[in-house]
């Protein structure tokens, strides 16, 4: 692929959490989660409505006017988050994303991670250390100095259709 092309699946078909939010603190939550939409060329207009709507799918909406500095830990994640659904991703690449926030913040966004895979089909693929969080996934890989040490299937699609009937 060009780099173009690479620049492209990035910013169309990826999106990544990191364990640091990486957020302006010039722009507000909205303005942080539509940036990249308007990067891409979507209208501005689209982009906040869009913005707002991921905001209130992740749970803060309430707090889409507010600068970074005005969050919490647990909020800033989310609007983070928000940012990586925002352009519809096929994978969604979560980075320690709990790695900052205080227990219960915590729990919240694992939880949410799981919801979008179970209710909006989204593919999240997490580095994580905690093992309850771990236990979570459908799937567990175990890497030991860069090499899988253990494979594991939790959860099947066929378990996840019936916990959800």
């Excluded at 942080?32 to 209130?56: H, M, R, S, T």
């Excluded at 659904?85 to 900052?100: K, Q, Y």
């Amino acid at each position: 692929m060009s780099d173009d092309d690479v620049k492209q699946l990035r910013r169309c078909h990826i999106g990544f959490v990191f364990q640091a939010f990486n957020l302006l603190h010039v722009l507000t939550a909205k303005e942080n989660v539509a940036l990249p939409l308007i990067i891409d060329g979507v209208d501005e207009f689209q982009a906040n409505q869009k913005a707002q709507e991921v905001l209130e799918r992740v749970g803060i909406a309430n707090r889409a006017d507010h600068y970074p500095s005005e969050l919490a830990g647990g909020e800033q994640q989310r609007v983070a988050l928000a940012r990586a659904l925002c352009a519809d991703p096929i994978v969604l690449l979560a980075d320690e994303p709990t790695g900052n926030l205080d227990s219960p913040n915590s729990e919240q966004i694992i939880a949410l991670l799981r919801r979008l895979v179970d209710e909006h089909g989204q593919t999240v693929v997490m580095v994580t250390h905690d093992p309850g969080h771990a236990a979570m996934a459908d799937r567990l890989i175990t890497l030991r100095d860069g090499k899988i040490e253990d494979e594991q299937t939790l959860r099947t699609l066929h378990e996840v259709s019936l916990t959800q009937r």
